[in-house]
């Protein structure tokens, strides 16, 4: 918390008996987080000053769908009934670093913007294996195999895959969409390509709003440029691995 609050990580920390049970799944275990945002701490100080001393929220999407990124997202999830606050477009893009610290040694459940080198920087210790532990790791969607999903079929590929498979369907390639740091050729004017920043963060600021923005043109099939396996891309790749998976 000393390193990291304000700022994308939540962790996931036993609970006390009768404290936080409606935000806890029925769970022992909850999670934290402290949000940077402006707008965010905005409405937590103005929560404390009326005595309530955090919120508790669900994601703003519906069960495996692509996360928002802006307040149109949300609209568009659930409907213009909702009160929305706007604070612009997500800095991040991608949801926070969760590090679970109830079962004796810090566990990297879901990595984010923060990277698995600065957690353990800053505990002083190696991250805990989660398939070496003996207790389950505590229920969190973000954490499934399968998550982050939007309607087209998500493939993660090659550079050298994706131009072939182009090259294959030529003329007649529809209903495909492409994100490549690499550029592509196609023969097809009917293949939505944008490119993949080659910088890490501004990669993770921009997925979830390029994937939606695929499902929105109505193409069924989504391919996307593997990311390099490098520490400042694990976040990106782990989304898109549970997208790909979904």
């Not at 000393?2 to 008996?17: D, E, N």
């Not at 566990?107 to 957690?119: C, D, K, S």
């Not at 991250?127 to 493939?155: C, F, I, M, N, W």
Request: net charge negative; hydrophobic share 45%.
């Amino acid at each position: 918390m000393q390193a990291f609050w304000p700022g994308p990580l939540t962790l996931i920390v036993t609970r006390q008996p009768g404290v936080g049970a409606a935000a806890a799944g029925g769970q022992d275990t909850i999670g934290l987080r402290c949000p940077s945002h402006p707008v965010a701490q905005a409405l937590l100080e103005a929560c404390a000053e009326q005595g309530v001393p955090g919120l508790a929220g669900p994601s703003a999407n519906r069960f495996g769908r692509v996360s928002p990124t802006t307040a149109q997202h949300v609209f568009d999830e659930f409907g213009d009934e909702l009160l929305v606050i706007d604070g612009g477009a997500c800095a991040v893009g991608i949801e926070s670093t969760i590090v679970d610290c109830s079962r004796g040694a810090p566990v990297l459940l879901r990595p984010g913007l923060i990277t698995r080198a600065q957690i353990e920087a800053a505990c002083g210790e190696k991250l805990a294996d989660r398939e070496v532990l003996e207790t389950p790791d505590p229920r969190a969607s973000g954490t499934l195999e399968a998550h982050y999903a939007p309607d087209a079929k998500v493939r993660l590929m090659d550079a050298k895959a994706i131009q072939t498979g182009l090259d294959v369907l030529g003329a007649n390639a529809a209903h495909i969409a492409v994100w490549s740091r690499t550029v592509m050729r196609s023969r097809s004017q009917r293949v939505l390509q944008r490119r993949m920043p080659d910088d890490a963060a501004a990669s993770a600021q921009q997925l979830f709003a390029v994937l939606r923005a695929f499902d929105a043109e109505g193409v069924k099939l989504i391919w996307v440029e593997t990311p390099p396996d490098t520490p400042e891309w694990e976040g990106v790749r782990d989304r898109l691995q549970r997208a790909a998976a979904a």
